[in-house]
Each structure stands twice: as C-alpha cells, then as structure tokens.
C-alpha cells in the first residue's frame, strides 16, 4: 500500500513538470515551423516579401485573436504609447481629419491654451502648406498614411517653429501662422465649477500622469468656494494608467485602503494595491456618474467608491474592462502591451464583460449574459455583481438621438456651417446661454440644401435590400409594383426632416458652436444646461435620507 502510495505521489510531483515540458516542446515546434515557413515563402514566393510588413500582419493577427488590449508596436510606432500612457507629445496641438471632397486635412477642435488654439489656428481650417512644402492631396497613398503624413510635418521638438498655410472655412481667405511647438499635454480635468451654489462638479475625461493631482486641486478650489457635495462626471472616460486611478480613489477613502488585488498566470504578477495619499475628504456627499464609455480605470474608482458605499453611482451600466496591461520591451526597440491579469475590486468582484477566449460561432467575444453573474456585498452589505461592468445605483435611460440627426451631424455639411459660423461671428454669448436663432437656423437649412446633402433613411436602406434579395431569387419583377409603392411611402424630404427634428438639431449644433468658441471646456459647460443623469444625481444628493438610504441598502419606506 505504502509503495503504491509513493507511486503516486511521484506521478502527481512530476505531472507539472512533465506539463511544463511538452507545453515548451509544442512552442518551440510552432516557432520552428513558422521560421521555415516564412523562409520557403522569401525564396521560392513569386513576389518578393516585405519581411516588416508580412510578419507585422502575422503578429498583428495573432493578437487579435487574443483581446483589443494586447498590441505590438514597432520602434517607430513607441511614442503613440508613450503618448497613450502619459498623454504628452510635442507638437502644436490640433487633432486633423482628412476631407475626401477637398482632398486635404483640416484642422478639427484644437486643444485650448496650445501652439494651434494661441495662434489663432480654427476648425474648418485646410492645410495647403507646411514650411513651404505643399502637402499636395493624398495621390496613391491611403487615407491614413497621407493624414499620419501630414500630422508627423506637424509635430517635432518642443521649442522649434513652423511656418503654416491654411485656407480658412467659409471665406476661402488663405492664412499663414508662425508657431512654435511645444509639448503637448491635455488636461484629464477639462472644466469642474459650482452647482447650486454648494455642489462641486468635477468632469474627469482620462487617467493620465498627475490626473489624480489635477483632480485634487479641482476638488480643493471647489470646496474652497463652499461645495458641500460633490459629483465626479466619469462618463465617456475610456481609462488609463490604474496608479492613477488608485490615487484618485485615495481622495476619499483613508489611507492604506485596498482598492483592488491583480490575478494571473505568473505569481509575482499578482498583487494587491492600497491607496498611499491622504484624503482630501472622507465625509462629504458623492455621486459619481458614469455610461457605457466609462471603462478601465475609471471603473476602478466608481467599482471601489461603490463597494466602499462611499458614492452613489448614477446614469448606466460600464463597460465592463477588468484586465490590466503591461509594455513588455522587444528587441530592436518594439513593445509589447499585453494582457498580463485581470483586477478585482474591494467587494471581491471582477468586472470583466466580454471572453475572448471562448468566442461566438461568429468570431466576436461573449458577453456574459446576468444568469450567469456572481453575487457580491459592499461594506454595507449591499448586493452588487460581477461580470458586466458597474451597475448604477440608480440607473437612468439615457436620451438617443433619431438616426436623421446622427447622420446629419456626422456629415461634412454639419462640420462646414460649424466653421463657417465661427469665421463670420467673431464673437457668441457664454456658453452656458449661447442659444442658435431661428434665423440661423434657417441659414442651417439653405446652407444644406444647397451642398446637396442627401440622406437615406433605415428604413429605405433596408428596401433597397429587399429589392437586390429579390432579384437575386428571381421575384423581383412580381414584386416591383409593391416595391415601388413602398419607395414613395419611404421617401423622405431633406427639408421635412430639418424642420421636424429641429430641436434635437439646434442642440447638436449650439453644442459644436461652443465647442469651436470655446473648446472641451465650453462644451462641458453647454450640457450642463440639461443633463438627465446630473440632474438626478444632484435630486439624490440634496436629499440626505435618500442618500442615506440608498447607501445603506435599506429599501425605501
């Protein structure tokens, strides 16, 4: 018995080992493999290989069989994840869009207080010439090697000067620009102010370096000027650096509090992380809100103030990114960010949405459906669950904007009666009361009928369908008639639709009017105005019980 017991136990002591093995056998056979492979190819292929782009789309492959998270940048590709990370660059400050019916780029939204924005830079604006070099129009190249063209001209070390043409929106008047580049850094906190006198409110848009000092500073000035309560807007916050994220939860929660504990494959990854800065305040009334858009790091704070029973957490449920990233240096100066464990907030949960291990017959990640969740309890022994993102304390269905005015605004006409706006008006009223007149709104229309904007609506698109489905199966002449029929029902009129949908219109284009006098900030302000899920955070947090009450889990009476 003894001796079949040692047998045993030898087995169960050598199995990982043995594991170890075969699983670096079957690596070293894969790579073996690819390498003569990739050497018959450059040999004996037809067409000669570009070993850079071949084996750049074989890796670029591979990890996107992995998650979206797990990326490889070459040497010359590095900074754009230094710049991820840190959100610094050198340049002037402007993003740029290339525009097919001017085959150019034009300047859009330039970040205030930079090079661009000072030198009197607009959006609208079309590059004709960066020191003296024509940039030409995009020829063969693609669309986005031409724009990574011309946005490389652009950028270059911090205190040299370039020499800018642009052809102005609206009035076709050409402009030059003397401008000295510098080092670019956007704020992760855009615009905070007061609310009724005693709410601070605080918009918080990254997780970037000093994002948790930028925001301690906001919160200090605001208390300064007698806010008593506090909402921290995290909606549309993609994330970012999770130190970040920690130091910010450690605003309002005592020092050495555990926040969240990382878990994966190897152990010295594995690690729990406590906050190591002192409170700003450990009493004052939170709301955090939050949507769809709110990922990563910022669901590390509203995940850890929610289990903490620190903030109520209002608007809908987040996204859902419970895995962290780490670069991983390369040879010859690549990197490496992969996926290296996931995280667990202070309740226990992870809130990691999608699987991409085990994927749908269709290729895309599954969701984890809420059968299949797990239940947690916060500090107050409130129910939360895992496997989905954030649930709000109180939820609140958002506003969505009919499909005519969606494609509306994203159309170049809507881009163009922006600018032209901005070039014609030198100045508007304060963004908070800026409001469009219904003369220019009727100029809005004339100038959209005039471009010749055509739309086509859902329902016409999904006719046109129909018709090439039923072609397809030899009907479509015993159905023309109906067909036909069904189109005129369905044709809409440009104009009809302008004037119909014209409240939710003029606010689209109030909103990007500011936005153009007065940048992130303006548009913050702007929205303010009427904001469905500020506006019941702000109902909860004037009414202490409810607060309370919602806190505490205790159902209302």
Not at 443 to 472: C, N, T
Request: aromatic share 10%; glycine share 8%.
């Amino acid at each position: 018995m003894r001796k079949t017991l040692l047998i045993l136990l030898s087995s169960v002591l050598l199995w990982p080992a043995s594991a170890q093995e075969n699983h670096n056998f079957e690596v070293s056979k894969h790579l073996d493999i690819f390498n003569s492979l990739y050497r018959e190819l450059d040999l004996y292929y037809v067409d000669t290989l570009e070993a850079k782009k071949a084996v750049g789309n074989a890796i670029l492959y591979m990890l996107d069989r992995l998650d979206p998270y797990t990326q490889y940048y070459p040497e010359e590709e590095t900074r754009d994840l230094k710049e991820m990370t840190t959100g610094k660059y050198a340049g002037i400050g402007s993003p740029i869009v290339y525009r097919k019916d001017l085959d150019r780029c034009v300047f859009s939204s330039p970040y205030e207080g930079m090079p661009a924005a000072k030198a009197g830079v607009r959006t609208g604006d079309v590059i004709m010439s960066i020191d003296g070099r024509d940039v030409g129009g995009r020829g063969a190249s693609s669309v986005a090697d031409y724009t990574s063209a011309v946005s490389v001209s652009l950028r270059g070390e911090s205190g040299t000067t370039l020499l800018l043409k642009v052809k102005r929106a609206g009035t076709g008047k050409m402009q030059t620009f003397k401008i000295l580049r510098q080092t670019i850094e956007r704020p992760s906190v855009p615009y905070y102010g007061l609310l009724q006198d005693t709410i601070g409110y605080v918009l918080l848009t990254s997780y970037t370096d000093n994002t948790a000092r930028d925001l301690r500073l906001a919160v200090v000035n605001l208390k300064q000027r007698g806010a008593r309560r506090l909402v921290l807007d995290l909606r549309g916050n993609p994330g970012g650096l999770m130190r970040e994220a920690i130091s910010v939860v450690g605003s309002f929660l005592p020092r050495g509090t555990m926040v969240l504990r990382t878990q994966g494959k190897v152990e010295e990854l594995n690690k729990t992380f406590k906050t190591t800065v002192e409170p700003l305040d450990l009493e004052i009334p939170m709301a955090v809100l939050v949507n769809y858009g709110t990922a990563s790091a910022a669901e590390i704070t509203s995940g850890a103030l929610q289990d903490y029973d620190r903030a109520i957490v209002v608007g809908q449920r987040t996204y859902g990114k419970g895995l962290v990233q780490e670069p991983r240096e390369l040879p010859y100066g690549a990197i490496l960010k992969l996926t290296t464990s996931k995280y667990f907030i202070p309740s226990g949960r992870c809130v990691q949405a999608y699987d991409f291990k085990n994927r749908n017959a269709d290729g895309m990640p599954r969701h984890l459906p809420d059968s299949l969740s797990k239940e947690f309890f916060t500090a107050a022994g409130r129910l939360v669950r895992d496997g989905g993102g954030i649930t709000p304390d109180v939820a609140v269905v958002p506003d969505s904007l009919p499909y005519f005015v969606s494609y509306l605004e994203a159309s170049d006409v809507f881009f163009d009666f922006c600018a032209t706006y901005r070039n014609e008006h030198e100045s508007i009223a304060p963004a908070s009361e800026f409001e469009l007149s219904d003369a220019d709104y009727e100029a809005f229309i004339d100038f959209v009928k005039k471009s010749g904007f055509a739309y086509e609506s859902r329902s016409s698109q999904m006719l046109s369908l129909l018709r090439r489905m039923a072609q397809a199966e030899g009907c479509e002449a015993e159905a023309a008639e109906a067909f036909d029929s069904l189109e005129n029902r369905l044709r809409r009129d440009v104009e009809a639709e302008l004037r119909f949908h014209k409240a939710d219109i003029v606010a689209q284009l109030e909103m990007t009017i500011v936005e153009n006098y007065y940048y992130e900030r303006g548009v913050a302000e702007y929205l303010l105005r009427d904001d469905k899920e500020l506006n019941e955070a702000l109902r909860v947090l004037c009414d202490e019980a409810a607060y309370r009450r919602l806190l505490s889990g205790v159902p209302e009476p």
